[in-house]
């Protein structure tokens, strides 16, 4: 059974930094790209950022330069660092694995978190 399990998410204020962790299982992770998406009330779900097996990265243009994704294969774990967070970050962040990372453009993951929530106050 595949899990993706999110942390780190909470309230923050404007300028302020989170880290999210996903931990997964149940899937050679090593060989799976991932891909962390959001949420906003009232929004259209966004691709954040995506990370390939190799370590290439890709990010929204809304979060390029303020966020990084990492990934450590001996824990089984990703990371996204959210630096500068504004207002427009309040979302629920979700960790996905599973999709397909061509020419740096992650699509159709196959597996979700729970997702976890990030607020930002002005």
């Known amino acids: 059974q595949v899990q993706l399990v999110e942390s780190g998410g909470g309230l923050v204020q404007a300028g302020g930094s989170l880290r999210l962790s996903c931990a997964a299982s149940?899937?050679?992770?090593?060989?799976?790209?991932i891909g962390w998406y959001r949420q906003a009330p009232g929004k259209q779900r966004e691709l954040v950022a995506s990370i390939s097996r190799g370590g290439n990265t890709n990010y929204a243009d809304s979060v390029r330069g303020r966020f990084t994704i990492s990934r450590d294969n001996a824990k089984n774990t990703v990371y996204l660092q959210m630096n500068s967070l504004k207002p427009d970050d309040t979302a629920v962040y979700y960790c996905?694995?599973?999709?397909?990372?061509?020419?740096?453009?992650?699509?159709?993951?196959?597996?979700w978190g729970q997702g976890t929530q990030v607020t930002v106050s002005a």
């Open positions: 149940g899937i050679t992770f090593s060989r799976n790209a």
């Open positions: 996905t694995a599973g999709g397909n990372y061509i020419s740096g453009y992650y699509a159709s993951p196959g597996y």
